[in-house]
């Protein structure tokens, strides 16, 4: 079984279309994250949720909406799709909000082209 | 806003020299995780250091966290092609109303058999 789950692994759509990445993880933990992995490997928080409640929001566009319809799943949906929104997307979760270890699903991997 | 800088960007060694990356952070850090992520795949925990000038060993890596909790290490001992990866620090930030992981720009180990 996995811990954190995404889907899709590989997403390749065309610029101006909207996508979603969803994310499941059944660690019973309390915090997520979306995290967003561009081609230098950088790994910059996107977004975090707490039972549900949205506790970061990085300078992120607001083409990008993260939703949580409960605390075991959080979802990325981007609207308008540019160029510079590929890269590979990580949900994780922990167990505190205040940075326990994170655990990583396997990454969604978006290609706009 | 808060950075967290590592060298080297890259690192290439003969199997069986010892590797080290280095860790900075602009700002007093709460805690420091390490994290490795294998080619093509996603980052795994590997340990947290909380305490100003901590040091932790895993059979040949050997983490430190600076007395002043702004800088650490990684150390591998004896590398193995096994090792071959990006290793990333990322630093516990407790400022403000939001508790988030700062993941430094991560160093590439290539190890050659």
């Known amino acids: 079984d996995t811990a954190v789950s995404q889907t899709p692994k590989y997403l390749v759509t065309q610029m101006g279309n909207d996508k979603s990445i969803k994310c499941e993880q059944n660690l019973g933990h309390d915090t997520m994250y979306w995290y967003k992995q561009d081609s230098k490997k950088f790994l910059k928080i996107m977004f975090s949720?707490?039972?549900?409640?949205?506790?970061i929001n990085e300078t992120v566009p607001n083409r990008f909406s993260p939703k949580s319809p409960d605390k075991a799943h959080l979802n990325l949906h981007i609207n308008s799709l540019e160029l510079g929104d590929s890269a590979v997307y990580f949900c994780?979760?922990?167990?505190?909000?205040?940075?326990?270890?994170?655990?990583f699903g396997e990454g969604s991997r978006l290609t706009v082209l | 806003g808060q950075q967290v800088m590592q060298i080297p960007q890259y690192q290439h060694v003969q199997e069986g020299e010892d590797f080290t990356t280095y860790c900075n952070s602009s700002t007093t850090l709460s805690n420091i995780q390490w994290y490795k992520q294998r080619p093509g795949g996603h980052p795994v925990f590997l340990i947290q250091?909380?305490?100003?000038?901590e040091v932790k060993k895993q059979k040949r890596l050997t983490f430190q966290f600076g007395e002043a909790k702004k800088n650490s290490s990684l150390h591998i001992t004896a590398t193995q092609t096994t090792d071959v990866g990006t290793y990333f620090c990322?630093?516990?930030?407790?400022?403000?109303?939001?508790?988030?992981?700062?993941f430094g720009t991560g160093t590439l180990l290539a190890v050659q058999p």
């Open positions: 994780a979760s922990t167990t505190s909000r205040n940075t326990g270890e994170l655990f």
């Open positions: 990322a630093g516990g930030d407790y400022g403000g109303a939001t508790n988030k992981l700062i």
């Open positions: 949720y707490n039972n549900k409640e949205l506790i």
């Open positions: 250091l909380v305490k100003s000038g």
